[in-house]
């Protein structure tokens, strides 16, 4: 497997040619792409890397090729997405995390032959209008904010957390359609329960994003969830709330705290107590499936008949020290420890 960014465009082209040149030998070597929104500061990467390693070890006609960049924009993303099609993969593993910025370069992308699998966020419009991909393997974004709201609603009914009164979804991305649609999840669960619930774009910079919570929470005294859907901005909330003295930590008063993925972060912040809960949405399937799929696909002419979700999963104190141990596993020890910035 090979991990690249923005600057490696002529180790694709290589790559590609490469590619040509198995083909040439009578031995069909497939190449196929992802090219994804989560870079190495991500924590979640490893989940993929990892996958598609153990991919590339059950399927070794196949190379693979993980694309990302560190200073994310849906911008950015097309630009890593079009120089990908240009070196004419075999197949595409990418998330739709703009339907309109996507669509063009996918859909020239498929209509030259190559098979696209969405990963990690779906095109959400309806069938007919969304881009034609093979399939879509992951969570659901809306279920996971709603899966969560759920969780925390049960807390409530047992007397362990505060009834909600106002939930302020903290979002780094005002244009990714997935973490919206995770708000859209809580939201809805949330004014059910009769809570007011606002989405507050943050940013991605800490500084700023705290800043820009801490002065919503003033103008906002009420609010009394927060729910990040970041699992890495999670702190920062908290911090935030904590330096307010609005008693952040998970008990029946104050401010409650919910994040999601299964990134060290998340789980960290669970098992010491300061965030409620957080999420998997199958991170590691991923990974494996869409490659899968691309290769059955390219092999055999297989294609799945509905969309495959990977999530989400709710990691709570009750589990949460059984995901510590399976994310240092594919982590390691020092990787683990270093994403944990609690």
Partial sequence: MRIGK????????????????????????????????????????????????????????????????????????????????????????????????FEGPLRKAIDAGIPVVAFNIPDGRPDGERIPYLTYVGGDEFLTGKKLGEYALTKVEAGEIPKPTHVVCASHDSAHQGLKARCAGMKEVMEKAG????????????????????????????????????????????????????????????????????????????????????????????????????????KFGYAPQQSILTGPLVINKDNADQWAEQVRGVFGDKAYDEQNTW
Avoid: C
Avoid at 235 to 252: C, H, I, Q, R
């Fill in 6 to 101: 923005s600057i490696l465009y002529s180790a694709l082209l290589a790559s590609a040619a490469l590619g040509v040149a198995h083909a040439q030998d009578g031995e069909k070597q497939y190449r196929f792409v992802m090219v994804s929104h989560i870079g190495s500061n991500d924590p979640n990467m490893n989940w993929l890397t990892t996958s598609l390693k153990e991919f590339e070890a059950k399927y070794p006609d196949v190379k693979t090729e993980y694309i990302s960049t560190n200073n994310y924009s849906v911008q950015e993303h097309v630009r890593l997405l079009e120089q990908a099609i240009a070196t004419q993969p075999d197949g595409i593993a990418v998330p739709i995390v703009s339907s309109d910025a």
């Fill in 195 to 298: 809570a007011k619930f606002d989405e507050l774009f943050i940013g991605a910079e800490p500084a700023t994003a705290r800043n820009t919570l801490q002065s919503f929470l003033q103008a906002n005294p009420d609010t009394n969830y927060i729910f990040t859907v970041a699992g890495w901005s999670s702190p920062w909330a908290w911090g935030v709330a904590n330096e307010m003295k609005l008693d952040p930590d998970v008990d029946d008063k104050g401010v409650t705290v919910l994040t999601v993925d299964e990134g060290p972060v998340s789980i960290e912040g669970v098992r010491a107590g300061h965030i409620l809960a957080t999420n998997s949405q199958g991170f590691w399937l991923q990974g494996y499936a869409p490659m899968e799929w691309l290769y059955w696909n390219k």
